[in-house]
């Protein structure tokens, strides 16, 4: 198959020149030599470093004088985040954008295309990003990680479920490992801190009756919003308003990846167990929950009492019925 460049992606040249300041970080280098070195013009490198400033990478210097970069900036470059994915699924096909509609529409044409497993979708800022039951998923510029990845699992759809827990488990070690705090998690795998939600999670399907064909998970975090629009703020949270600090994007997307990998190797070779062993482990929302559960066609009240084999939610309703939730919304009931 014919791996192509995808259009839209982040020019490779830009990434080395990302890399060639980081790598030199506090070191003048001249607009000459970065422009020989990733084989750009002068100006070529002037206007790319002014596109960097406006992402906030911080560099000194023009032209005449050279550059240096004051810190290691936080972008999302594949280069950088390579260098730490190395022995996992995600550190060869990484597709950086600095601007996309979402993550998970380019994901999914390219999954259609044979994409293989483990490429990564990676955006600073989305103009049409997607939540669950059709709703938008807000994504400021460098301010979240807005990643998809696309798995080819070798497991039959009924098995899908699963793949969509353990996101929600690899999210929250790597914002625990990240933060200091413990997210909760509301089933299937929202991330909440102080009830509030700072990650959310998208996966989507491509299937026969009886395999997977590709999965994708897209995985929407708030990481160094200040602030968040007004609609958002009562039910909504990031790392930084939670922890008062700024937080590295490119660290979190790695110990995000790394735990991703580490959990899709773990359900592939002990199967679900130990993924259901977990959720019960870290989510409040797996059992003795009273909570109201509104899908498309009904709204209803009950307590959770764990997952069933296949990772849905158990719910023990006060008619004495238990109900299977498949899908829909999960919020805590007074
Ligand atoms: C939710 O509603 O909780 C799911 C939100 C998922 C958002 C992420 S951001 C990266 C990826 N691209 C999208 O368009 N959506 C997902």
């Given at each position: 198959m014919a791996l192509r460049t995808v259009p839209g992606t982040t020019d490779r040249r830009i990434d080395a020149l990302l890399t060639l300041l980081a790598d030199n970080a506090m070191i003048v280098i001249s607009g000459a030599k970065i422009a020989r070195e990733i084989g750009v013009t002068r100006s070529t490198v002037w206007r790319w470093i002014e596109k960097l400033r406006s992402l906030g990478v911080k560099v000194k210097g023009h032209p005449r004088a050279g550059y240096q970069i004051?810190?290691?900036?936080d972008v999302l470059a594949p280069n950088m985040l390579r260098r730490s994915l190395?022995?996992?699924?995600?550190?060869?096909r990484i597709h950086h954008f600095?601007?996309?509609?979402?993550t998970n529409n380019v994901a999914l044409r390219l999954g259609h295309e044979g994409e293989p497993h483990g490429a990564v979708f990676i955006a600073?800022?989305?103009?049409?990003g997607r939540g669950r039951a059709g709703r938008t998923w807000h994504s400021e510029k460098s301010s979240g990680i807005y990643l998809t990845v696309l798995l080819r699992p070798p497991i039959s759809p009924v098995h899908a479920p699963l793949i969509t827990l353990l996101a929600g488990l690899a999210a929250r070690d790597a914002v625990a490992e990240q933060t200091g705090l413990q997210p909760d998690l509301r089933w299937p795998n929202d991330l909440l801190l102080r009830g509030k939600k700072c990650c959310g999670i998208l996966t989507e399907m491509h299937a026969e009756p009886d395999h997977v064909n590709f999965v994708i998970v897209g995985i929407g975090i708030n990481v160094n919003h200040t602030r968040l629009p007004e609609e958002l703020a009562p039910i909504a949270t990031s790392l930084r308003l939670e922890t008062g600090k700024t937080h590295s994007r490119l660290e979190l997307l790695a110990k995000l990846l790394r735990s991703l990998d580490r959990y899709s190797n773990q359900f592939l070779a002990e199967g679900a167990g130990p993924i259901l062993k977990r959720f019960d482990e870290v989510s409040?929302?797996?059992?003795g929950k009273r909570v109201r559960i509104s899908t498309a066609t009904e709204t209803y009240v009950g307590t959770t009492a764990g997952l069933e084999p296949s990772g849905l939610l158990r719910v023990e309703c006060e008619d004495g019925r238990t109900q299977v939730v498949i899908s829909g919304d999960v919020s805590e009931a007074p």
């Open positions: 004051e810190r290691v900036p190395r022995d996992t699924a995600f550190s060869r600095f601007k996309i509609d979402s600073e800022e989305q103009t049409a409040s929302y797996a059992r």
